[in-house]
């Protein structure tokens, strides 16, 4: 491998919106995220699916025997 061409890896905190912090490393010296693993709905379980004009329905309808 050739010497010196590698990025420098530092020891980072990545910093969400709603609060949470968690480390890892990365070549950037500071990480700052909107949505995170602790507050996505699809993670947290609070995630809805939007029933437009009965698609849900009419699939179950056509696929569930």
Known sequence: M?????PELHDVMVECACGN???????SKEIKVVI????HPFFTGTQ????????????????VK
Do not use: E
């Open 2 to 6: 050739k010497k010196d061409i590698h």
């Open 21 to 27: 912090s968690f480390p890892t490393q990365s070549t």
């Open 36 to 39: 995170c693993s602790q507050c």
């Open 48 to 63: 809805k699916f939007l029933d437009t004009a009965g698609r849900i329905d009419k699939f179950n309808k056509k696929f």
